[in-house]
């Protein structure tokens, strides 16, 4: 079993940057593949990022690549999302998820664990 709870949205300014932190409970955390995932209003969530649980390997949604980092300390348990160069299409609330094995995906489906989420608020 992994809780997840993630911090460190919030509002910024477009072109600004955050760092959103996704902690999660658990002593097999570093076996878990870890992703983000974002819900803005009146859509559907979408994937955004995906980390392998080694942190070697990252996969990321053409409409951050470039400009979101997501990565991982497994001594904390901790997987992060830098977010660069935001842009109110970014706007959304923003949550982790954690799913056993190796495979990178981007279906939310295979992912078993799931936060609460952060809202990001990107204004013009």
């Known amino acids: 079993q992994v809780q997840l709870v993630e911090s460190g949205g919030g509002l910024v300014q477009a072109g600004g940057s955050l760092r959103l932190s996704c902690a999660a409970s658990?002593?097999?955390?570093?076996?878990?593949?870890m992703g983000w995932f974002r819900q803005a209003p009146g859509k559907e969530r979408e994937f955004v990022a995906v980390?392998?649980?080694?942190?070697?390997?990252?996969y990321y949604a053409d409409s951050v690549k470039g400009r979101f980092t997501i990565s991982r300390d497994n001594a904390k348990n901790t997987v992060y999302l830098q977010m660069n160069s935001l842009k109110p299409e970014d706007t959304a609330v923003y949550y982790c998820?954690?799913?056993?094995?190796?495979?990178?995906?981007?279906?939310?489906?295979?992912?078993?664990?799931w936060g609460q989420g952060t809202q990001v608020t990107v204004s013009s």
């Open positions: 980390i392998r649980w080694s942190g070697d390997s990252t």
């Open positions: 658990g002593r097999t955390f570093s076996s878990y593949a």
């Open positions: 998820a954690a799913r056993r094995g190796l495979v990178l995906t981007t279906t939310q489906g295979d992912y078993a664990y």
